[in-house]
């Protein structure tokens, strides 16, 4: 799946499943996505060493709104809290040790 750098929200660098990853989330999925959902991330997973792309996953509202909820963070999803969701959200993010999936 390409991305748009230019659509680059947020990026963190961080060991994951025993190396140094580089998470980034990009403010666009696709034009169907745009249509049907109000927030849209690709959330890239990179090898920092290689730069090769381990996972990417569309992620939307409906992905995000449970665990928002149980935390009490349903505001982060207000179109100001962009910065503020990622960062949540990075640390939600975790590669399998068996196959590379986000």
């Known amino acids: 799946q390409a991305v748009d750098e230019t659509m680059l929200v947020w990026r963190e660098e961080r060991w994951d ?3 140094k990853v580089i998470i980034a989330f990009y403010g666009e999925t696709t034009k169907e996505d745009i249509m049907q959902y109000s927030h849209n991330f690709r959330i ?4 920092h060493a290689t730069l090769n792309v381990l996972a990417t996953r569309d992620v ?3 992905d995000l ?3 928002l909820f149980q935390k009490g963070l349903t505001d982060l999803l207000s179109a100001t809290k962009t910065e503020e969701l990622c960062k949540e959200v990075v640390g939600w993010v975790a590669l ?3 196959g590379d999936e986000v």
């Open 60 to 62: 939307h509202e409906d």
């Open 65 to 67: 709104e449970p665990t």
């Open 17 to 19: 499943a025993g190396r």
């Open 96 to 98: 399998r040790k068996h």
């Open 44 to 47: 890239r997973v990179s090898d």
